[in-house]
Nanobody, 113 residues
């Protein structure tokens, strides 16, 4: 079955950086637009960024200029470089192939001083 494993989350101070990874297996990774989503307690899951197989990117307004999404199709891996982190970035971050029903378990990002 399809497996998506997010990693790289943790506790960081405001202004700090984290790099998240999503390792995919048993899926034709290059066929999908891939997305990073996040969900904070009491809030709906929201799209953070997505990237096409060819590398075209879109970002939520809240993260533009701070986050960078990327992918390595040969490694079946997607990344999210997060800089200048803010407390409002605190959430569980999920990996998702668009138009699929697949989700990873998520990785917790906590931004706090």
């Amino acid at each position: 079955q399809v497996q998506l494993v997010e990693s790289g989350g943790g506790l960081v101070q405001p202004g700090g950086s984290l790099r998240l990874s999503c390792a995919a297996s048993r899926i034709r990774f290059s066929d999908y637009i891939m997305g990073w989503y996040r969900q904070a307690p009491g809030k709906q899951r929201e799209l953070v960024a997505h990237i096409t197989s060819g590398g075209s990117r879109n970002y939520a307004d809240s993260v533009k200029g701070r986050f960078t999404i990327s992918r390595d199709n040969a490694k079946n891996t997607m990344y999210l470089q997060m800089n200048s982190l803010k407390p409002e970035d605190t959430a569980v971050y999920y990996c998702h192939p668009e138009s699929s029903s697949y989700w990873g378990q998520g990785t917790q990002v906590t931004v706090s001083s």
